[in-house]
């Protein structure tokens, strides 16, 4: 028998991330703050997700706001604003997570989470985010 800790499935995994994150931005406290609070195995996904928001928030954020039509960040619904961080954040860095992937758990997560409007929403933001940020060329 293993003595490894149990490995969430990534949904799991970014389930556990956006409730970090939602926490960070509901209580005003920095997501590093948060997620030195909670005992998260550093090894899961979902630390992962968090420590990269937290590390590139400030373009995460501006990628956000460029593509939202007619929506400052800094207005929308908490939640959706973490669910669009931490997908933006995968389409940025994590590039062996299919778009079709990070798009679909983010509106299966707004669906669950937030408003009925809501997942239209996400969808619209991270298929622009993810054409601009994994653009390829077709040239080649």
Do not use: C
């Not at 956000?64 to 400052?72: C, G």
């Not at 973490?82 to 389409?91: G, V």
């Amino acid at each position: 028998m293993s003595n490894s800790p149990l490995q969430l499935s990534r949904r799991e995994d970014r389930e556990a991330a956006l409730a970090l994150l939602y926490e960070a931005d509901m209580t005003g406290d920095s997501i590093e703050s948060v997620l030195e609070r909670h005992a998260v195995d550093p090894h899961e996904y979902s630390t992962v997700i968090v420590a990269g928001v937290a590390a590139m928030l400030t373009q995460i954020d501006a990628a956000i706001d460029q593509v939202a039509e007619d929506w400052a960040i800094d207005r929308m619904p908490g939640i959706d604003r973490s669910i669009l961080r931490m997908s933006t954040y995968e389409l940025f860095a994590e590039p062996d997570v299919p778009v079709t992937a990070v798009v679909s758990e983010a509106v299966a997560l707004a669906n669950q989470y937030s408003t009925e409007k809501s997942a239209p929403f996400v969808n619209g933001v991270l298929v622009t985010l993810g054409d601009i940020l994994r653009r390829t060329d077709e040239s080649e």
